[in-house]
């Protein structure tokens, strides 16, 4: 059973994020991680090689070269090898555009479960995992705090209205994973000098059977504007106040608002 | 192509959720701008009875995708069949089901994606979106490319549409036209457990309190919930609360658990972090209730009370039940 993951590199968390001039997200001098999200997935992953359930951890990430340096930090964690799409023509590629390469890499790769994060810091669309299962017509399994895999069959426990589900697809499946898998394992020492020896590969579109005419651009949809949000008035503050005078103030707070 | 705004219409339990009704109207809205009909997709236990009830809400036709409780990705062959140049834009709920079929959509019909969004419009016959990104700090507007496939796929935030009520309209009903053979449809429920207690659909409350590290226990939550009993809301929790196990999952709030829009979010000992304002940073007013004069959430509250939660809470909630005269 091989499992591949797809990784994104975004910028850290809390970093001092900008659009550039022609409204697409800035990378320069931001300092750029693993999505969080996605380490639950490749957690998720080494598990399931380390059970023996799986035989063969692959990671794919799609961005420009630096990208490769979160393919090398995912394989510290473990895992055997990675690929690295990347191509000029996709700069600014949105959710169908990343969907549809991410798609043409998994049919070259073949996996029998294509692993991804529940969601990216840096867009939070969620629809990638889902329109590269519709691409590929395989099955999704979604949003699993847990994933397991046994007789050619794939199962997610998910969290439902009033409990939760196991919800089950026979391989090949696109699934995707929640931070309640566990938490992600640091890289050891020697998983980081063993993972600069292990193979990556880096793909170009045409690598990958596409153009850019069938990318359309790279984008279905383009942003018109950006702007800050809304001024908000300053925070209030109620400091030093007994418990029922405070009470009375939020209350009028309220009141005020309409909210009571 | 027509100039309809289609909309996800869930139901489960024989109801429709919340999200059907915000839609409803939300797509009447675009569909008067756009010269349209809102027409439901309405899929889950009780669509086929409850489907026509969406016209009181803003609704002119519903296509019933399917009447049973199985996983909503199953939908997606007959959802992708009743949309497939069927008109401007298609509005699904920014939840985990609402996300599923309309990445189906995206993937299946090559279609452009926007969200999730706070706004939606439509401007002399063009989709516009508003999106709040980078955590919060822009607000970026975004329309279909030049010549893109229609119709638009556009998640939408709960709370972004307020429910016409008191309507009497009736929605003409229909069945979805036949669908292609699709992977999609082979997920199925394994299994089915019941949580200990009953939680209940947080994205649907319009006012939220919600508890964090700060609450320090599962009866801690006691508190929290006699107050959002008095303001006929919801209780809610960050991550924390929810991974020491004082509450379920299903009522954690942020970037791995429900993204909320309500009218009135109250953080009791929640310290504010990164990963629980994207979860709710469009509530309409946020007040914060903190030990800690200097935690986070006080960066972005409306109003930021300083003190013991467990002496303000309880003073109140006596204090709304009085002013409510209970």
């Known amino acids: 059973m091989k499992i591949v993951v797809c990784i994104k ?53 799609m961005g420009p070269e630096q990208a490769s340096e979160a393919l090398r930090r995912a394989l510290a964690m473990g895992g055997d090898d990675a690929v690295l799409i990347t191509d000029p023509a996709l700069a600014g590629a949105d959710e169908w555009a990343t969907a549809r390469v991410l798609a043409a890499a998994l049919d070259k790769l073949a996996p029998d479960v294509a692993l991804m994060g529940m969601a990216s810091d840096d867009a939070r669309g969620s629809l990638v995992p889902g329109a590269v299962a519709a691409m590929r017509d395989v099955p999704l399994l979604s949003y699993g705090a847990e994933l397991a895999v046994a007789d ?23 699934a995707t994973v929640t931070d309640q898998v566990g938490e992600p394992r640091y890289a050891s020492l020697k998983g980081i000098m063993a993972a600069k020896r292990k193979p990556m590969e ?36 109620i400091e030093n106040l007994p418990a029922a005078e405070a009470a009375a103030e939020i209350a009028d707070w309220l009141a005020q608002r309409k909210l009571i | 192509m027509s100039n309809d705004i289609l909309f996800l219409a869930e139901f489960s339990g024989g109801k429709p959720a919340r999200s059907a009704l915000e839609l409803a109207t939300g797509a009447a809205e675009l569909a008067s701008q756009s010269g349209g009909a809102a027409v439901a997709l309405a899929y889950g236990s009780g669509a086929a009875a409850g489907a ?19 996983p909503a990705i199953t ?25 599923d079929l309309a990445a189906a959509l995206v993937g299946t019909l090559d279609l452009p994606a926007f969200g999730p969004v706070r706004a939606a419009r439509v401007v002399e016959g063009t989709l516009e979106t508003e999106q709040a990104t980078l955590q919060g700090r822009v607000i970026t507007t975004a329309r279909p490319a030049d010549g893109a496939p229609t119709p638009s796929i556009v998640l939408v935030l709960a709370n ?152 303000i809470i309880p003073a109140l909630t006596d204090e709304i039940r009085r002013r409510k005269g209970s």
């Not at chain 2, 026509?52 to 199985?70: K, M, N, P």
Request: glycine share 12%; proline share 6%; net charge negative.
């Open chain 2, 75 to 99: 939908y997606a062959p007959a959802a992708v069949a009743a949309s497939r140049d069927a008109g401007l834009a298609v509005l699904a709920p920014a939840t985990p089901n609402g996300r």
């Open chain 2, 160 to 311: 972004t549409f307020a429910p016409a009520e008191g309507g009497s309209g009736s929605a003409e009903v229909s069945e979805a036209p036949a669908a292609a053979e699709s992977a999609l449809a082979r997920a199925s429920v394994a299994e089915s457990h019941e949580a200990d207690a009953k939680v209940v659909n947080l994205e649907e409350a319009s006012i939220i309190v919600a508890g964090g590290r700060g609450v320090g226990s599962e009866e801690g939550f006691g508190p929290l919930r006699d107050l959002a009993s008095a303001l006929g809301g919801a209780v809610g929790a960050s991550r924390a609360a929810a991974d020491a196990g004082w509450i379920p999952y299903q009522l954690q709030i942020g970037q791995t658990g429900k993204v909320v829009k309500p009218a009135l979010y109250i953080g009791a000992g929640v310290s504010g972090a990164i990963q629980h304002r994207v979860g709710m940073q469009t509530a309409e007013h946020v007040i914060a209730i903190n030990k800690d004069p200097d935690a986070p959430i006080g960066e972005f509250a409306d109003l930021f009370v300083v003190g013991d939660l467990f002496q």
């Open chain 1, 202 to 237: 880096t793909w170009s579109l045409a690598d990958l059977g596409l153009s850019a005419a069938d990318l359309r651009g790279a984008a279905l949809t383009t942003v018109t504007d950006t702007r800050p949000p809304e001024e908000k008035p300053p925070t209030e503050r």
């Open chain 1, 9 to 61: 590199q975004v910028p850290a968390t809390g970093a001092d994020k900008r659009y550039t001039d022609d409204l697409r997200l800035d990378r320069n001098g931001v300092e750029a991680i693993i999505n969080p999200l996605d380490e639950y997935a490749i957690e998720q992953a080494l598990r399931l090689a380390d059970d023996g359930s799986a035989d063969g951890v692959t990671y794919l990430s």
């Open chain 2, 52 to 70: 026509a009830a969406l016209g009181a809400h803003g609704a002119t036709r519903a296509i019933v995708l399917g009447d049973e409780d199985r």
């Open chain 1, 152 to 174: 050619g069959t794939a199962r997610v426990r998910r969290l439902s209205a009033t409990g939760y589900d196991w919800i089950s697809a026979p391989l090949p499946v696109v």
